[in-house]
């Protein structure tokens, strides 16, 4: 049975959008308010180095894990200057007294070691106030030039045990890179942490690309291109970065493409004659299926958590609303009511939510709703927001915004799926249309 930190923190994650404020004496407890969350305070003094060569790396670690943390907006830290204890054994006893008296309610404890090129490290949870380690303390191995990835992986389970959610941060974010001035703008793929960091490009800009895709498995990335002049669907793998047309058919475009669940078929839109569908396919024996009929706009496709159903964007009513449907295709049935024009819908990992673009009384905005339809909610408001993706807990979305006197400069935005906690991610360039990876292994 969990702990009462973490049954408080996750009866708070349960709350959206209205908001709790943690007790800052005594017993942890929840109190709603007028839809303000405090965040909880918590302390990470420096990892503590087995050697005077591990100390850079150390120190690296905490700061990654307090900007993990903290940038979820549902922790507040305890500046080290702070601190009346000074953690310089990470098997020695935790003064419980010195932290209850600097208000930190939990606390992340670590060791560091590294050997040539391997990286080791070790952390602790703490209860403060109930004067106990949380769990027991977990050892993560890899190398010094992903010291990075250890720190995300560090915050992943500090971040579940207090929740008793999945974690996000060792997870990645492909994306388009936006350069040069507007009317001769160039784009390319890339690849980052989830929080900006670590950008590596995957193809170069000589042709337009747009709306990349992850694999289930995070390995593979499917995405539009220009390169022959009109849009075609590509294959990419992220390790070797060597990439495939998918769908070449003369006289026909193909754009939208999204992975099914199991990593082996993809949906996506296909222009040809004057009508555009929803087709799927096969990826090993490229066999392609039909999946609607209607002289509309089909697009924008996305499966459900259990591959059984898609939500898509059609036109078919008079303008753009969102629709599901069997994944086989058939009867579509409509679940988006409000006024405006919906767009990019996108399914979340957790089922119970579709994220979409919403263009309503001249304003653009990132919104969810129910699978029904129901409970319609508007996260963001903006010149132009749009194209969002899941984080892989569902509990953050990542969006395109672009803002008026920018140039025409995209840049990419993230907010939580109660509205709060709204902020830039950070790009070398401009930035749009960006998808979320599953948990890296």
Do not use: C
């Amino acid at each position: 049975m969990r702990n009462f930190l973490a049954s408080a923190l996750a009866a708070l994650m349960m709350i959206a959008p209205g908001g709790a404020a943690f007790a800052q004496n005594g017993p942890l407890r929840i109190e709603i308010t007028d839809g303000v969350i405090e965040p909880m305070p918590y302390a990470v003094p420096d990892f503590v180095p087995d050697t005077p060569a591990a100390a850079e790396i150390a120190a690296q670690l905490s700061r990654v894990i307090a900007s993990d943390l903290t940038g979820t907006g549902l922790f507040r830290e305890v500046p080290a200057s702070a601190h009346i204890s000074r953690v310089t054994d990470f098997g020695a006893p935790v003064k419980y007294a010195d932290w209850k008296a600097v208000n930190a309610q939990a606390l992340v404890t670590g060791g560091v070691s590294v050997q040539g090129k391997k990286l080791t490290v070790r952390f602790r949870l703490y209860d403060v106030f109930s004067d106990k380690e949380m769990g027991n303390g977990l050892q993560f191995t890899g190398t010094t030039e992903g010291w990075r990835r250890m720190a995300h992986k560090v915050s992943d389970a500090v971040y579940s045990r207090i929740t008793g959610e999945s974690g996000y941060f060792d997870s990645r974010v492909v994306f388009v890179s936006e350069s040069g001035p507007k009317n001769e703008r160039q784009k390319r793929l890339a690849i980052m942490d989830y929080d900006g960091a670590d950008v590596k490009y995957l193809t170069s800009s000589d042709a337009i690309v747009l709306a990349p895709r992850f694999s289930p498995s995070g390995d593979r990335v499917l995405y539009t291109s220009y390169e022959s002049g009109f849009p075609q669907i590509h294959v990419l793998d992220v390790g070797s970065v060597q990439r495939r047309v998918l769908n070449a058919d003369e006289g026909t475009m193909s754009f939208a493409p999204r992975f099914a669940p199991d990593g082996r078929t993809v949906v996506y839109s296909l222009a040809q004659g004057g009508n555009t569908d929803l087709y799927k396919m096969d990826i090993s024996s490229g066999r392609r299926t039909r999946l609607t009929t209607a002289p509309s706009i089909e697009t924008a496709p996305s499966y459900s958590p259990d591959g059984s159903q898609i939500v898509f964007e059609s036109d078919r009513s008079g303008s753009p609303q969102l629709y599901i449907m069997s994944a086989n295709g058939g009867d579509a049935r409509r679940i988006s009511n409000g006024k405006g024009r919906y767009g990019t819908p996108v399914w979340s990992p957790r089922g119970d939510l579709v994220a979409f673009t919403k263009q309503s009384g001249g304003r653009f905005h990132i919104g969810v709703m129910r699978t029904d339809g129901s409970e319609e909610r508007l996260l963001t408001a903006s010149f132009l927001d749009e194209g969002p993706t899941w984080s892989p807990n569902g509990r953050v979305i990542m969006f395109t915004r672009e803002t008026q006197g920018a140039g025409g400069r995209a840049l990419l935005y993230s907010v939580d799926v109660s509205g709060r906690n709204l902020k830039p991610v950070r790009t070398p360039d401009g930035a749009s249309d960006p998808a979320w990876s599953p948990l890296q292994k």
